[in-house]
T-cell receptor, first 109, second 116 residues
Framework: AQRVTQPEKLLSVFKGAPVELKCNYSYSGSPELFWYVQYSRQRLQLLLRHISRESIKGFTADLNKGETSFHLKKPFAQEEDSAMYYCALTLDSSYKLIFGSGTRLLVRP | NAGVTQTPKFQVLKTGQSMTLQCAQDMNHNSMYWYRQDPGMGLRLIYYSASEGTTDKGEVPNGYNVSRLNKREFSLRLESAAPSQTSVYFC???????????????FGPGTRLLVL
């Protein structure tokens, strides 16, 4: 069965420090991977997706098929990055999005 | 443009009671979804509707039924609520032009349900 694992429930860093939110997945094929974010009192929203290879709000994520990982990175964390981050996976032409359990990022001043 | 709206925001039920959670979107999306979010478990798909007139089971459909009333509205019904259904419920929608989960999903604000 497909699974997404986010090993850290909470990640606390100081402003300006690098951030890496870990995401590992189990699937033998070629999944599509996403990062969704939920800021305080806001709705869950898409941050970025693997297929777009884009950088959003300074965040990037690289798919490593060998390690089955899709870690989210940012070189210099900002206080406004504090939020709940979810890694998610879907299969070709599927309507099912499988979420990890989430990591709460806390950026301290 | 309200996006995805959900009602109610919060509900308390007694075991065995029934209720319907309402969801509507004004983005002319074809696909709609219901998720539940439990502590430490992320979001899990309950049911989805790829397009108007179709519904399919997700990961955790037991104890729920859904109705795609029209293109805008997708309701989730608990026929006989159980304490295990205490959760936060999210509705989402996507364009649905291709495999829906590959598209950006737009989420509602959530409904917090407590079953005593």
């Amino acid at each position: 069965a497909q699974r997404v694992t986010q090993p850290e429930k909470l990640l606390s860093v100081f402003k300006g420090a690098p951030v890496e939110l870990k995401c590992n997945y189990s699937y033998s094929g070629s999944p599509e991977l996403f990062w969704y974010v939920q800021y305080s009192r806001q709705r869950l929203q898409l941050l970025l997706r693997h297929i777009s290879r884009e950088s959003i709000k300074g965040f990037t994520a690289d798919l490593n098929k060998g390690e089955t990982s899709f870690h989210l990175k940012k070189p210099f964390a900002q206080e406004e990055d504090s939020a709940m981050y979810y890694c998610a996976l879907t299969l070709d032409s599927s309507y099912k999005l499988i979420f990890g359990s989430g990591t709460r990022l806390l950026v301290r001043p | 443009n309200a996006g995805v709206t959900q009602t109610p925001k919060f509900q308390v039920l007694k075991t065995g009671q029934s209720m319907t959670l309402q969801c509507a979107q004004d983005m002319n999306h074809n696909s709609m979804y219901w998720y539940r979010q439990d502590p430490g478990m992320g979001l899990r798909l309950i049911y989805y509707s790829a397009s108007e007139g179709t519904t399919d089971k997700g990961e955790v459909p037991n104890g729920y039924n859904v109705s795609r009333l029209n293109k805008r509205e997708f309701s989730l019904r608990l026929e006989s609520a159980a304490p295990s259904q205490t959760s936060v419920y999210f509705c989402a929608s996507s364009e649905g032009r291709r495999g829906g989960a590959q598209e950006t999903q737009y989420f509602g604000p959530g409904t917090r349900l407590l079953v005593l």
